[in-house]
């Protein structure tokens, strides 16, 4: 089978980015002749995998936006292939993968936790594009099918665009279980925290993602003026204004907050030196560092806003935030892990639960759907 896969660009820092060239290299490895369309990619130079550069000029998101969806139908125009899968918010595919979520829903949570901003966006240019696309994408003569990477996106999609269940597969995102193990405490504890000179007693934190704003960042720093627990440290990695977020702790609590600037490529590393994984999200699609944070082995405090906390039983293999904009709710969770024994229980519940989403199953899903689904070859 010839599959074209899109996506505007490759980023070492991105869970969407990062999960796309792992799905290509799979699907590649299976024998797929996979074909990138991207503006930028890093491809792994296997034969199976082409890479279509995608020219794009403007400087503008707002513009940049519109052209490379002009643009992509453009190149796809040029060949033939038997199915056309898009990673990236475009209108001429078969198989919408929706990684980035519903902007609508994502603008509608914005505005509850940032009145302000929330109303500006709609004057924001960007911002309408974006929701032009989605309107098209969610057509349904736009697609054969559309892939929900969890049940929360499923619902946005279908309050806001009233798409039938059968239009929708939910295929939850895989793992890497033998890079992300807790194996990898016993290598790397140490030497990571003695490197970020974290005292030997401390709870440490660990948040993982870019967009510091959507990350809901800024309500995990100001929860920490409730710790219970005598020493802790954050540890904060991920792309964003991180001037802007440090000031939200306190003076007191600011040279406890690491920040560690991206790419880091051996993140698995950094979770092997935590305790406690954070990631009370405004709108989180999925939230792969999530997962990556579960096979690790370590409990996750996340919020009823990432998709990945519907795979999670709260007090057993993770806790949900019921609400990401309380700060007080989330040291509460924080605090509840303070006992060791619930941490080390949790955790290796939490491995259980990895362990059910492997990047195996999520590629079996993938291939079942395309084998379902009645595709004649595209352009």
């Known amino acids: ?77 040029k060949h033939s292939f038997d199915l056309i899968q898009s990673h990236e918010r ?40 974006v929701l032009k696309i989605e309107r098209e994408i969610f057509t349904p003569e736009n697609y054969k099918r559309i892939v929900a990477i969890s049940q929360m996106v499923k619902k946005d999609i279908q309050y806001h665009y009233k798409l039938p269940d059968k239009d929708i597969s939910v295929i939850h995102n895989g793992v890497a ?43 995990l720093i100001k929860s920490l003026k409730y710790l219970e627990a005598k020493d802790w440290r954050l540890i904060v990695i991920g792309r964003g204004n991180w001037k802007k977020y440090r000031r939200y702790a306190s003076w007191k ?18 979770y092997a030196a935590a305790d406690i994984f954070a990631l009370p999200s405004l709108y989180e699609p999925f939230g792969n560092a999530n997962l990556e944070a579960l096979a690790s082995g370590l409990p996750v405090v996340t919020s009823k806003n990432s998709g990945a906390a519907e795979l999670i039983t709260h007090k057993l293999n993770g806790m949900v935030v019921q609400n990401p904009g309380d700060r007080r709710e989330i040291a509460a969770h924080l605090n509840y892990l303070n006992d060791k024994s619930i941490r080390d229980s949790m955790g290796r519940q939490a491995r259980r639960l990895a362990e059910e989403y492997s990047q195996e199953k999520n590629i079996e899903k993938m291939v079942r759907l395309y084998k379902n689904l009645e595709l004649t070859p595209s352009n």
Request: glycine share 6%; with cysteine.
């Open 1 to 77: 089978m010839k599959i074209a896969i899109i996506r505007q660009k490759y980023a070492s820092y991105g869970g969407a980015e990062k999960f796309s060239a792992q799905y290509i290299d799979r699907l590649a490895q299976l024998g797929y002749e996979v074909h990138i369309f991207a503006r930028e990619w890093k491809t792994s130079g296997h034969p199976n995998v082409h890479l279509h550069q995608v020219s794009v000029k403007s400087r503008s998101s707002t513009l940049r936006l519109l052209e490379f969806n002009q643009e992509i139908e453009r190149e796809l125009s």
């Open 177 to 219: 279980l033998k890079r992300f193990h807790p194996s990898n405490r016993s290598e790397h504890y140490r030497y990571i925290r003695q490197k970020l000179d974290i005292p030997p007693n401390a709870i440490s934190i660990l948040t993982v993602g870019s967009g510091f704003e959507r990350k809901g960042l800024k309500f």
């Open 253 to 270: 609590n600011r040279n406890k907050l690491i920040h560690i600037p991206p790419p880091v490529e051996e993140i698995e590393q950094y």
């Open 90 to 129: 475009t209108t001429s595919q078969d198989i919408y993968r929706a990684g980035d979520g519903c902007h609508k829903e994502w603008l509608a949570q914005r505005k509850k936790y940032y009145p302000i901003k929330g109303w500006l966006s709609f004057l924001n240019p960007f911002h309408w594009a």
